[in-house]
């Protein structure tokens, strides 16, 4: 009865949170009710506090073949390569009190950051929660850091395991160690144990690709041993390791079809709509540029250490950014998001043209895609 009582609850939470997940959506781009969404926020943010993405690391061992971090790309870009330091963290705690929730995991791995056990610590003593949900891959990890995870209540892990044995695994995360996850994961459990403390929450993220999509029961068994929860995800770049069974990954991958572009025509929207963190939880460069959200890797809006968190989300080019994400302002060069995919496969295509608006249309053209031959046609009518 007690375990009915709390898979219940769990499942009542996770409701909740769906509930509040599509209505963002709804609010935002459905309705276009950008003013009820950040009403929405500011209620959120007043009563359990704000949360902002501030990336602990963008430097990473690995070299999984579909990151940009792996190929170098933003290492010679906006996102750079360095860690976030230990007395910038302190001193942005310390000016946002009103900050209870830090995604401190974004394009980089956490862990290689010399100073976390600091940022850790700190966080713990100014009640504020850290989460890594974005993503670790948790193979270089020190014996004491992974008793500070749980000493110092870290709140949420998300490690990114993509397959269940080795020989699957190093096929994507290469020069990673699967038997090394699995040991860090269990030394979690083991301190979780020794404190009483059911903190960090941890799960196992499974990217679905066509070289693992076999192993997806076995990982499934596998976290549910090891008290992870499982999150299969759908690959963002489809074209490589494509999916072999469709049908089988829509019944074992648990979303009931078999890609992104799928997912969007089932649903009626777009897998991951990440604009929405420009409101509710703007990314932060792990050297105080603000991003507004994790996708973005070609340009910043100013620098939060310098200018401070409400100086930056305050500027023209952040409220234009906004309103340009929505389809209520037309596209501009000096808004990073005009570069950005999900601007120009799921934002663009919408926009009408009002009068005026070619030229801005026709900065657009260049972009390439379904998109642009859909300009074309608006262009040919303006
Ligand atoms: S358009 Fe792209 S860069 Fe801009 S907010 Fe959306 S996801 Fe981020």
Not at 168 to 185: A, C, D, E
């Amino acid at each position: 009865m007690k375990m009915d009582l709390r898979s219940l609850r769990k499942r009542g939470v996770r409701l909740v949170h769906d509930l509040l997940l599509d209505s963002r959506y709804t609010l935002l781009y459905d309705h276009r009710m950008p003013g009820l969404y950040d009403r929405m926020v500011a209620m959120k943010n007043a009563t359990v506090g704000g949360m902002v993405r501030l990336e602990a690391s963008s430097v990473c061992q690995l070299r999984c073949p579909a990151c940009s971090t792996a190929r170098g790309k933003n290492r010679r870009g906006v996102i750079g390569w360095g860690f976030l330091k230990f007395a910038d963290f302190q001193k942005f705690v310390e000016e946002n009190p009103a900050i209870r929730t830090i995604e401190i995991s974004n394009w980089g791995e956490v862990f290689l950051n010399p100073e976390l056990n600091d940022i850790i610590r700190f966080a713990h003593e100014k009640g504020v929660l850290l989460k890594a949900a974005n993503g670790v891959n948790l193979n270089n990890v020190s014996d004491e850091t992974l008793e500070n995870l749980v000493k110092y209540q870290f709140n949420h892990l998300s490690v990114s395991i993509d397959g269940a044995s080795h020989d699957t695994y190093k096929l994507y995360r290469r020069k990673g160690s699967f038997n090394q996850v699995m040991r860090n994961v269990r030394r979690i459990n083991h301190f979780k144990e020794q404190y009483n403390s059911p903190f960090p929450k941890l799960s196992w993220q499974f990217v679905i690709f066509g070289h693992n999509e076999h192993e997806l029961p076995t990982a499934r068994a596998m976290a549910a041993e090891l008290g992870m929860e499982f999150r299969p995800k759908l690959n963002h770049t489809p074209e490589h390791s494509p999916i072999r069974d469709k049908e089988y990954v829509r019944r074992e991958g648990g979303f009931k079809v078999a890609s992104r572009d799928e997912f969007a025509s089932v649903r009626r929207r777009a897998y991951s709509r990440p604009c929405t963190q420009l409101w509710d939880s703007p990314q932060i460069n792990w050297d105080g540029k603000l991003l507004g959200c994790c996708v973005n890797k070609f340009g910043d809006f100013g620098n939060v250490f310098e200018e401070g968190l409400e100086g930056a989300m305050n500027s023209e080019r952040y409220l234009y950014a906004k309103a340009m994400v929505l389809g209520l302002r037309g596209p501009r060069e000096d808004i990073p998001c005009i570069r950005c995919k999900v601007y120009r496969t799921q934002i663009a295509g919408e926009i009408s043209p009002e009068p005026g608006t070619k030229e801005k249309l026709e900065a657009l053209v260049h972009i390439g895609g379904h998109v642009r031959e859909k300009l074309k046609e608006l262009l040919k009518g303006g």
